[in-house]
């Protein structure tokens, strides 16, 4: 079984050579270290295998686990949040990348305000049109963007998505590119920069660079399986109930 560090080290190999294949500074792309389900002397072994950001989908978990871990880490939310739990992530994170409705941003300005500090978020973007997950649909999200100046504590820093599951990653790249496109035509029509793309997970991330990702997050290429019961996982992160505060796992 590989180490952690030898997983980093394939990971930031393909990272590599996806941006070498799409003539990109490999500075350009960060890696996100999705740690959910991993508990802090597995972070640590990331940590010391040279990564520094990592994200986490549910905010109690996160509660529990980012102050067992070493203090310069990044922290950010991947995953859905609830605007009953936006007041505790501004408080643990620096950066929400699904904020994925007109409500969550709200109530993330509102949290950051109490907080008294800034809060940089990603406007989630439903690429699929799929029922069954969130984030804004394309056409809504310039209309965000612009309200989004009546939220003085929040950055609107870029866009992302999770597209629709494919079995070849290949088949991703339309929705990769889409986002994309996106937020090259918002930049266009407004004064927002938009950098940031966070694009791509294990499955899909080298077509997720190639097609301009700038923060991609990575879970199980890191740390191996999450388990179905991840709480007899070694390593794994023993927090009671999964729903005992109505969230549940996003994956
Ligand atoms: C879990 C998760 C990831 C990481 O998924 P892997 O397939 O394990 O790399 C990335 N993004 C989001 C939103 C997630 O919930």
């Known amino acids: 079984m590989m180490s952690i560090s030898e997983r980093v080290a394939v990971v930031r190999t ?26 802090p002397e597995v972070i640590r072994e990331a940590v010391e295998a040279g990564l520094s950001i990592f994200g986490e989908s549910r905010v109690q978990e996160a509660r529990q686990k980012i102050p067992l871990c070493p203090g310069h880490l990044e922290w950010h939310l991947v995953g859905h949040l ?11 994170v620096s950066c929400v990348h699904s904020a994925d409705s007109w409500r969550i941003l709200e109530a993330l300005n509102g949290a950051a305000e109490e907080a008294g500090a800034g809060l940089k978020v990603l406007i989630e973007v439903n690429v699929g049109g799929e029922g069954s997950k969130y984030g804004f649909n394309p056409a809504e999200v310039g209309e965000a963007l612009k309200r989004s100046a009546e939220l003085p504590r929040l950055e609107v820093v870029g866009l992302m998505a999770v597209p629709p599951f494919t079995p070849d990653p290949q088949g991703a790249r339309r929705f990769f590119r889409q986002l994309r496109e996106l ?49 007899s996982q070694k390593g794994s992160w023993n927090i009671g109930g999964v729903s005992e505060d109505g969230e549940s796992e996003t994956r």
């Open 14 to 39: 393909k990272v590599e050579a996806a941006c070498e294949r799409a003539g990109r500074d490999p500075g350009s792309v960060r890696i996100v270290a999705v740690s959910k389900t991993f508990g």
């Open 82 to 92: 609830q605007r009953n739990k936006a007041r505790e992530a501004a408080r643990l």
């Open 183 to 231: 937020r090259d035509r918002l930049r266009e029509e407004t004064s927002f920069r938009l950098d940031e793309l966070s694009m791509g997970m294990s499955h899909d991330f080298e077509v997720a660079i190639e097609e301009g990702a700038t923060l991609t997050r990575i879970g199980t290429a890191i740390f191996g399986q999450r388990l179905a019961n991840w709480r």
